[in-house]
């Protein structure tokens, strides 16, 4: 049976405090066809200190004077009537809301929204409260492992399986916290590493420009894959730039499902049955190179290798040169074990 990845399209941020905008990064992603479209639940206020300052890719990508975590993040929160308004949308166009909290009040607050399973971003992997709080919800868990080595990601999943969680319900996804991602720091091997160690499932959050990563992380196994995206890579707020835009985000999804499709075989190398019927096209079987009289002799010079491949095989080669030919026969005739005398 085929294996459906889970794919979750980050929007994140990227509404830039507009529910009009979120709800246009909605339709894109129920266009693109995802499985979740996902946002983020915080208050700065419980979340950063007023002195944090941001990340330089951050400071980059808003185009803003002040350097202030806290004033970037005030300005893109959602409140609770915004989370039951795109909730209420969400279900309206078919397609399931989620968002990732960062702290232990933001966690009861989804709790309260009643979803199915939880996430835990890159950068609350090291919050011991934190992860005590999901694990106590007793529903399934994705862990994003940006910044990890794995020591740190064998204490979490200590953390969520000694609060009530088991491994199989536990999902490790490869991560590089750097928005975009270079090429050369992906490291995409690392994803096998944890499953190897863990024994849980796996998957990848990318942040690389690009749609190439997260498909060759379903080829090697992923089982989810998270990946934001935005309405133009353009505008200005923390997350666009490393951000798909629609018909990439589409792209992806479409990409993904053809791999997902391609790696579903069982792995026993036999001809398929699209492609039996070209067998004998495609092969070659023994006909003759040069005109043969009743009763000669056939020599190797006298055969040659020709399409189509329903005659006698060309790996019965040496098993026809010294045979007698049963009549006459014409250049280029295809032999039949008829035809040996």
């Known amino acids: 049976m085929m294996k459906k990845t889970l794919i979750i399209a980050e929007a994140g941020v990227n509404h830039n405090g507009s529910i009009t905008t979120a709800k246009q990064l909605i339709d894109v992603a129920v266009e693109a066809k995802v499985d979740l479209v996902k946002f983020q639940t915080f208050k700065a206020d419980v979340i950063v200190s007023k002195t944090a300052k941001k990340a330089d890719y951050q400071i980059k990508n808003t185009k803003e004077e002040s350097d202030s975590q806290y004033e970037m993040l005030k300005k893109l929160e959602l409140s609770h009537e915004d989370h039951l308004e795109l909730i209420s949308y969400c279900k309206e166009k078919g397609i399931e809301f ?150 990439e985000l589409k792209d992806m999804v479409y990409a993904i499902r053809n791999i997902e499709e391609a790696v579903s075989g069982n792995g026993i190398k036999e001809p398929s049955e699209s492609e039996k019927k070209n067998k004998k096209i495609a092969r070659k079987s023994i006909h003759l190179k040069n005109e043969l009289k009743e009763g000669q002799i056939i020599k190797e010079e006298d055969l040659q290798p020709l399409r189509p491949g329903d005659g006698i095989s060309t790996m019965q080669w040496n098993q026809v040169i010294g045979r007698r030919v049963s009549g006459d026969l014409n250049k280029f005739h295809k032999l039949k074990w008829s035809d040996l005398i």
Request: glycine share 6%; net charge negative; proline share 6%.
């Open 98 to 247: 989620f968002s990732t909290a960062f702290d232990v009040d933001g966690i009861d607050y989804l709790e309260s929204l009643d979803f199915r399973l939880y996430k835990i971003p890159s950068g609350e992997i090291t919050n011991y409260p934190y992860i005590k709080s999901i694990a106590q919800k007793r529903k399934p868990v994705i862990v994003s492992t940006g910044m990890c080595n794995l020591s740190e990601i064998e204490q979490a999943i200590k953390i969520l399986i000694e609060n009530g969680l088991s491994r199989s319900e536990i999902t490790i996804l490869h991560c590089n916290t750097e928005y975009p991602t270079p090429m050369k720091d992906v490291n995409l091997k690392a994803m096998k590493t944890i499953e190897k160690a863990f024994g849980v499932k796996v998957g990848y959050s990318d942040h690389t420009l690009g749609i190439e990563v997260p498909i060759a992380a379903v080829a090697l196994g992923a089982t989810v894959i998270e990946k934001h995206f935005t309405l133009d890579r353009n505008l200005p707020g923390p997350d666009h730039r490393a951000s798909l835009e629609p018909q």
